[in-house]
Nanobody, 124 residues
Framework: QVQLVESGGGLVQAGGSLRLSCAVSGRSSSSYAMGWFRQAPGKEREFVAAIRRSSERTDYSDSVKGRFTISKDNAKNTVYLRMNSLKPEDTAIYYC?????????????????WGQGTQVTVSS
């Protein structure tokens, strides 16, 4: 099991940028992939991006592809989500999650460990 702590959220104007961080502790070696998800008020939690722990393979939802970049620093046990060209519809609580086994996935229930989330608010 791993523990995840997100940070870096905040209030930004449309068109601005933010970088979220997810600090991983515990049995980080048991994590096959890391994902970012988000949940807007009144909506279901949705997949944003994922990255394999042992490679640079990534996956993005269509709504963020070309604007967001997921990356990792295994030496620092940290996963990042760089968000550019933010839109008001990106407003949500962003969660980091760990998937213990292959393959990479966008399915929420396949991620075992979750952080507490960090709020991102984009004003128009």
């Amino acid at each position: 099991q791993v523990q995840l702590v997100e940070s870096g959220g905040g209030l930004v104007q449309a068109g601005g940028s933010l970088r979220l961080s997810c600090a991983v502790s515990g049995r980080s070696s048991s994590s096959y992939a890391m994902g970012w998800f988000r949940q807007a008020p009144g909506k279901e939690r949705e997949f944003v991006a994922a990255i394999r722990r042992s490679s640079e393979r990534t996956d993005y939802s269509d709504s963020v592809k070309g604007r967001f970049t997921i990356s990792k620093d295994n030496a620092k046990n940290t996963v990042y989500l760089r968000m550019n060209s933010l839109k008001p519809e990106d407003t949500a609580i962003y969660y980091c999650a760990s998937k213990p086994a292959p393959p990479m996935s966008r399915i929420i229930n396949e991620y075992r460990d979750w952080g507490q989330g960090t709020q991102v608010t984009v004003s128009s």
